[in-house]
């Protein structure tokens, strides 16, 4: 497994943009897919985006299409979550998840990935 830490979290209005980073421990980070996961109080954590090892494949979700954006950069093992257009709906707490893997596709199954950060909260106020 890999150690995950998000940050980048916080308040913004509707319609402003929020960067999130997750760092990766360990030396093997390109060969981990990625993904980010959000969860609202009271509801199921659900997958946003994900990439896989190369970067060459993302998922994303329907309702973050257009809007989101997944990145990675594994000089520095990191992967970013840009948030652009944010509304009020997407006001949740963000976790970074990650699997080691060669699939070409990544996953958007939460309980696909084995290890986890701590989340970062975001919040978009109306």
């Known amino acids: 497994q890999v150690q995950l830490v998000e940050s980048g979290g916080g308040l913004v209005q509707a319609g402003g943009s929020l960067r999130l980073s997750c760092a990766a421990s360990?030396?093997?980070?390109?060969?981990?897919?990625m993904g980010w996961f959000r969860q609202a109080p009271g509801k199921e954590r659900d997958g946003v985006a994900a990439?896989?090892?190369?970067?060459?494949?993302?998922y994303y979700a329907d309702s973050v299409k257009g809007r989101f954006t997944i990145s990675r950069d594994n000089a520095k093992n990191t992967v970013y979550l840009q948030m652009n257009s944010l509304k009020p709906e997407d006001t949740a707490v963000y976790y970074c998840?990650?699997?080691?893997?060669?699939?070409?596709?990544?996953?958007?199954?939460?309980?696909?990935?084995?290890?986890w950060g701590q989340g970062t909260q975001v919040t978009v106020s109306s």
């Open positions: 990439i896989n090892w190369s970067g060459g494949s993302t």
């Open positions: 360990g030396r093997t980070f390109s060969t981990y897919v």
């Open positions: 998840a990650a699997r080691y893997s060669s699939t070409v596709y990544p996953k958007s199954d939460p309980s696909w990935y084995d290890s």
